[in-house]
């Protein structure tokens, strides 16, 4: 079984700032690894994903994100923050034999201050 | 817009009764996945088919169900409703399976009462 834990609920940061949400995964098997963003009374919009070969990944709105095998994280940054980058982010996995479904962390709420 | 709908768009119901949630996938897409959002159990997968046939199953109560029909939208049924089921119902669909990027809806607000 996989589980993901996303250490900060809350991330409060400021314009033009730069942000780092973490991600550490559990997993026995191969995953996939996903980023989601879910803006205020919206489904989730994809961010980014790795599947395989390099390691940082580059996704929309700025993002990316670095897959560390050994540290088992998949940590999402952006260098600079825009007010519009508020919203709440959901890592998650899934076992790369599986059907597809997804194992989501608990999600972190990023707040961006002018 | 992904291309996913979800109807209706809220829904408040009484305890002991029964819903249906609907969901058309975006076009080309055979896999349609549900899940759950709660402030107290996060999002969790419910229950996935694939081009008719049900795939995989997560933490899906016995007293929900789903299906998917030859024009592959699907439908969600929650029956015998208590009030922690109070939740954000989505959909979402893909191609086939594990590694595509899953395009979810706007979601059901399910409101029970």
């Known amino acids: 079984a996989q589980s993901v834990t996303q250490l900060d609920s809350q991330v409060p940061v400021f314009e033009e700032a730069p942000v780092e949400l973490r991600c550490n995964y559990s997993?026995?098997?191969?995953?996939?690894l996903f980023w989601y963003v879910q803006y205020p009374n919206q489904g989730l919009q994809l961010l980014l994903k790795y599947l395989s070969g390099s390691t940082l990944v580059k996704g929309i709105n700025g993002f990316e994100a670095e897959f560390n095998k050994s540290q088992t994280s998949f940590h999402l940054r952006k260098p600079s923050v825009h007010i519009s980058d508020t919203a709440e982010y959901f890592c998650?996995?899934?076992?790369?034999?599986?059907?597809?479904?997804?194992?989501f962390g608990k999600g972190t709420k990023l707040s961006v201050k002018p | 817009d992904s291309g996913v709908t979800q109807t209706p768009k809220h829904l408040i119901t009484a305890t002991g009764q029964r819903v249906t949630l609907r969901c058309s996938p975006r076009s080309g897409d055979l896999s349609v996945y549900w899940y759950q959002q709660s402030l107290d159990q996060g999002l969790q997968f419910l229950i996935q088919y694939y081009n008719g046939e049900e795939r995989a199953k997560g933490n899906i109560l016995e007293r929900f169900s789903a299906q998917q029909f030859p024009d592959l939208h699907s439908e969600l049924n929650l029956s015998s409703l208590e009030l922690g089921d109070s939740a954000l119902y989505f959909c979402?669909?893909?191609?086939?399976?594990?590694?595509?990027?899953?395009?979810f809806g706007p979601g059901t607000r399910l409101t029970v009462l």
């Open positions: 997993s026995s098997v191969s995953v996939y």
């Open positions: 998650a996995v899934s076992d790369i034999r599986s059907q597809g479904n997804l194992i």
């Open positions: 979402a669909s893909s191609v086939v399976g594990a590694g595509d990027t899953q395009y």
